[in-house]
């Protein structure tokens, strides 16, 4: 019996590395440091497989993330009954869980941004380079151009009867009303960003890094919920390009400013508010 009553004490204590989840991690000390902010210009990054290796990341995902969204798009956009496609809950689904799925897959590689806005925030909060992030956003808006031009390839009639995906205002709403829409989502989904992938709260919950992409994609299919039926849920403005650039009409163009202007300034009010509020708080009691 006392050998087997050793063997269950080492059982228990054998994985010692293990921290408990939850509020139960928060109660205990742990050592924090904060990561140092990455220069503003790193050369040394062009001469690395890795920054190539992320920059192809981000234009596959990208390019599959407006492939799915905008055949989603259209196939609601064709029909003559919601009841016979996903309708609008089933689009901001295939935003969402397109997001989730792709950041999952990317995260480990470049971030999994997919996104020129979210992006431009972790520029701000000094997560990435300036030589990193330009080059995400080129690829991403490459990808995006590539993705809609697949759509465009399987049904062209189609595509440009049907809008192509193309944000704009929607008629009987305002250029104000549209750019408010914008910032506030994008907000939202760059808030959500920095909250899921905070390193203060990596250190002290073991469960946030691994539930970061589901948090990320729900606040993006809430977002598209709410901002559809206004400016068809830019919030991204490679997926604004992409789908511009393809449909290549003067609708696909009206107001495009908005949908880089709003997600940008949105990007930078949530970098700033993370400055101020998540980073100030305290990690140890």
Same mark, same amino acid.
Request: aromatic share 12%; charged share 15%; net charge positive.
């Given at each position: ?5 050793? #063997? ?46 992320? +920059? ?10 407006? $492939?799915?969204?905008?055949?989603? *798009? ?33 995260? +480990?590689?470049?971030? +999994?941004?997919?996104?020129?806005? *979210? ?16 080059? $995400? ?13 697949? %759509? ?6 189609? $595509? ?27 907000? %939202?989904?760059? $808030? ?5 992938? #905070? ?5 002290? #919950? ?69 400055? %101020? ?9």
């Amino acid at each position: 019996m006392e050998g087997k009553e050793e #063997d269950v004490r080492l059982g228990a204590n054998r994985f010692a590395e293990k921290q408990p989840l939850g509020t139960a991690a928060q109660s205990q000390d742990k050592d924090y440091i904060e990561p140092p902010s990455a220069p503003l210009f790193e050369s040394g990054e062009l001469c690395s497989w890795s920054f190539y290796r992320a +920059g192809i990341a981000e234009f596959m995902a990208t390019f599959l993330f407006l $492939y799915i969204t905008v055949l989603t *798009v259209m196939g609601v956009a064709k029909s003559d009954s919601k009841c016979s496609t996903v309708g609008i809950q089933g689009i901001a689904w295939a935003f969402g869980g397109m997001i989730f799925a792709l950041v999952y897959c990317t995260a +480990g590689i470049s971030g +999994g941004h997919i996104n020129p806005a *979210v992006t431009f925030g972790l520029l701000l909060a000094r997560k990435l380079s300036l030589t990193r992030a330009v080059f $995400y956003m080129v690829m991403q808006c490459l990808g995006a151009i590539c993705g809609a031009g697949v %759509v465009k390839g399987f049904q062209k009639s189609q $595509y440009e009867i049907l809008g192509g995906g193309a944000n704009f205002v929607a008629h009987g709403y305002t250029k104000g009303s549209g750019l408010g829409a914008e910032i506030v989502g994008t907000f %939202v989904l760059v $808030y959500t960003v920095f909250s899921a992938t #905070d390193a203060k709260r990596s250190a002290r #919950d073991s469960h946030v890094p691994i539930l970061a992409p589901l948090p990320i994609g729900f606040a993006v299919f809430l977002v598209h919920l709410a901002t559809i039926p206004i400016t068809g849920t830019g919030i991204n403005p490679a997926r604004s390009l992409g789908a511009a650039i393809i449909f290549n009409k003067d609708r696909g163009w009206d107001d495009h400013w908005i949908f880089w202007v709003g997600p940008f300034i949105g990007a930078a009010l949530a970098a700033l508010y993370h400055q %101020v509020v998540i980073r100030a708080i305290p990690f140890k009691k």
